[in-house]
């Protein structure tokens, strides 16, 4: 089983990448685990100002901020996991990659912030739930 779980550095993000590690160890053999980090593109005219250098290492600080957390709940596990980052729109990408990678389950942490702020501010796992057809699991 090709499993793809999202982080973001939240503790939510962690309990769901050892959930996905659960889910991978109990599935049968040759199972592997991909851990994506997708960080939005900085507003236009940003790369202007402070440079693409600068830019770019945003990006990489708000990466391995992402991953810090996600490192600690993977351990020493036996599974195979191999780590990725993107830069785009948060539930695009990482439906593109999805379905790049073919996997067969997306594993996704949820802030649960309640209907109205999740009408008002987006829910980026709502949005990845309404436009796949790949098996989604939302931690909480």
Do not use: C
């Not at 980090?37 to 830019?55: L, M, S, T």
């Not at 593109?96 to 949820?110: E, F, I, P, W, Y």
Request: a positive charge.
């Amino acid at each position: 089983m090709k499993i793809l779980v999202t982080v973001d550095g939240s503790d939510i993000s962690s309990r769901a990448v050892k959930f996905a590690l659960k889910l991978a160890k109990q599935s049968a053999a040759g199972s592997s685990v991909a851990v994506l980090h997708v960080d939005p593109p900085v507003f236009p005219g940003v790369e202007r100002r402070i440079g693409k250098e600068a830019v770019q290492t945003y990006h990489v600080d708000n990466h391995a901020h992402a991953f810090k957390a996600a490192r600690k709940a993977l351990g020493r596990t036996r599974v195979p996991v191999e780590e990725l980052t993107a830069i785009g729109e948060i539930a695009g990408t990482i439906l593109a990659v999805a379905a790049k990678r073919k996997v067969d389950l997306l594993v996704m942490g949820s802030h649960g912030r309640g209907a109205v702020k999740g009408v008002l501010l987006g829910s980026v796992s709502s949005k990845v739930i309404a436009q796949t057809t790949i098996p989604v699991t939302i931690v909480r």
